[in-house]
């Protein structure tokens, strides 16, 4: 069975700055998927970046880039310049298995301040 | 770009009625998924359909929830019997070309049981 787990469940950070959202996560499948998804408040799930299990090579989108240690288990996000538009919950998903079902963590509350 | 759209967006319903949500998922995709998350909570996975059949269930699937495809666009997620504790957003998602590709999400249903 997969886990993941989100060890922040609030974080802020100032408007302009950077910040960094946690999250490891534990599977027994060779071939598999990791994804952040954020939810603003009006609860629409947005894909903000995926990462393949089997490409060293960390995935980046804009200001968005992930830091993936596969030794360690661990897929942090990276957020450059945060916009008050990046307040939302972030979840670090896994995907994998014959279905490739999403398996989420709790999330992750980011409130970037003005 | 093409989305994922659920309706209604908003059910309120006794408790003990029964629930049909609604999902057209995007045209050429061929996986689905149904996806619930209690307010405050992660997001859980309920079920994947494939080929016009069930291709994987979770424990909270359970014999008062099912799922069809009736006529080739629609995706239908029924709830027998409601309990207070189906309260909850209900998700769809698809994916296309194959299973490992990014899954889109619908804007979700808020399923109120009073």
């Known amino acids: 069975a997969q886990t993941v787990t989100q060890s922040q469940p609030e974080m802020s950070v100032q408007e302009a700055e950077t910040v960094t959202l946690s999250c490891t996560y534990d599977?027994?499948?060779?071939?598999?998927?990791l994804f952040w998804y954020k939810q603003p408040p009006s609860r629409q799930m947005i894909l903000v970046i995926r990462?393949?299990?089997?490409?060293?090579q960390n995935a980046t989108e804009n200001r968005f880039s992930v830091n993936f240690q596969k030794a360690a288990k661990s897929f942090s996000l990276k957020i450059s310049d945060s916009q008050l538009g990046d307040t939302a919950m972030y979840f670090c998903?896994?995907?994998?298995?014959?279905?490739?079902?999403?398996?989420f963590g709790k999330g992750t509350l980011l409130t970037v301040n003005p | 770009e093409p989305e994922v759209t659920q309706t209604p967006s908003h059910q309120v319903t006794q408790m003990g009625q029964e629930v049909i949500l609604r999902c057209v998922p995007i045209?050429?995709?061929?996986?689905f998924y149904w996806y619930r998350q209690i307010l405050g909570q992660k997001v859980e996975f309920l079920v994947s359909?494939?080929?016009?059949?069930?291709?994987?269930k979770s424990e909270i699937f359970d014999d008062q929830f099912s799922v069809e495809r009736p006529d080739g666009s629609n995706f239908t997620l029924k709830i027998r019997s409601t309990k207070l504790e189906d309260s909850a957003m209900y998700f769809c998602?698809?994916?296309?070309?194959?299973?490992?590709?990014?899954?889109?999400f619908g804007d979700g249903t808020r399923l109120s049981i009073l």
């Open positions: 045209s050429n995709h061929l996986y």
């Open positions: 990462q393949e299990a089997y490409k060293q």
């Open positions: 359909f494939y080929n016009n059949e069930i291709s994987e």
């Open positions: 599977t027994s499948e060779s071939n598999y998927y």
């Open positions: 998602a698809s994916t296309g070309r194959g299973r490992n590709q990014p899954q889109h």
């Open positions: 998903a896994h995907s994998g298995g014959s279905n490739y079902k999403l398996t």
